[in-house]
Nanobody, 125 residues
Framework: QVQLIESGGGLVQAGGSLRLSCAASARTSGTYAMGWFRQAPGKEREFVAAVNWNGGTTTYADSVKGRFTISKDNALTADLQMISLKPEDTAVYYC???????????????????WGQGTQVTVSS
């Protein structure tokens, strides 16, 4: 069973930056596509960013394009660099992983097999 651990969340002022990291709790084999999702209070979990297994292809939600960057260093690590943060970015951010069956990235919740516990990001105005 793969366990993902997110880190890097916190409180930041609007316009500030944060870098979230996601890593597996133990060494794993195989290749994985990874993604970041977020869930704000009272709202459903939504897609933020995704990367394919080798880090070569990425995609983003329209709301974060140009401000967030997803990167992948090895099998089960994925960082999310966030700049120009807005109060509406406030949410719990979740990392997810899917054993790679192709060169694709994935943007839907049900496509992912493993999830982290989440890390809180709060952006003050």
């Amino acid at each position: 069973q793969v366990q993902l651990i997110e880190s890097g969340g916190g409180l930041v002022q609007a316009g500030g930056s944060l870098r979230l990291s996601c890593a597996a709790s133990a060494r794993t084999s195989g290749t994985y596509a990874m993604g970041w999702f977020r869930q704000a209070p009272g709202k459903e979990r939504e897609f933020v960013a995704a990367v394919n297994w080798n880090g070569g292809t990425t995609t983003y939600a329209d709301s974060v394009k140009g401000r967030f960057t997803i990167s992948k260093d090895n099998a089960l690590t994925a960082d999310l660099q966030m700049i120009s943060l807005k109060p509406e970015d406030t949410a719990v951010y979740y990392c997810a992983a899917k054993p790679a069956l192709s060169n694709n990235y994935y943007t839907r919740i049900h496509e992912y097999t493993y999830w982290g516990q989440g890390t809180q990001v709060t952006v003050s105005s």
